[in-house]
């Protein structure tokens, strides 16, 4: 089974920078790709960015140049820096992951989750 942790979330001012953590646990051989989603509430969920194993970083058009995406093979572990808050960032942020259990087979995982709230 696989695993994906997020951490980091919270609640901060408006201008303050956060740094979100997404662990992968569990059984695999590797860990394909690794990325960010935000939900707002009533909204759908919204792609934020993606790193591939190789380095390959995708944002989408409508992300802010003040999120960073990174990204720790060894560690098996995905960051997202957000500088300079706003409280229109206030999202819950999941972590995604397509990993790689066996030779011939792969699959995409989430995780639970973290909430980032912006005071104003």
């Known amino acids: 089974q696989v695993q994906l942790v997020e951490s980091g979330g919270g609640l901060l001012q408006a201008g303050g920078s956060l740094r979100l953590s997404c662990l992968a646990k569990?059984?695999?051989?590797?860990?394909?790709?690794m990325g960010w989603f935000r939900q707002a509430p009533g909204k759908q969920r919204e792609l934020v960015t993606t790193?591939?194993?190789?380095?390959?970083?995708n944002y989408a058009d409508s992300v802010e140049s003040r999120f960073t995406v990174s990204r720790d093979n060894a560690k098996n572990t995905v960051y997202l820096k957000m500088n300079n808050l706003k409280p229109e960032n206030a999202n819950i942020y999941y972590c995604?992951?397509?990993?790689?259990?066996?030779?011939?087979?792969?699959?995409?995982?989430w995780g639970r989750g973290t909430q980032v709230t912006v005071a104003s």
């Open positions: 569990g059984n695999f051989l590797k860990i394909n790709a």
């Open positions: 790193s591939g194993y190789g380095g390959t970083i």
């Open positions: 995604n992951a397509n990993v790689q259990r066996t030779l011939m087979g792969n699959m995409y995982y």
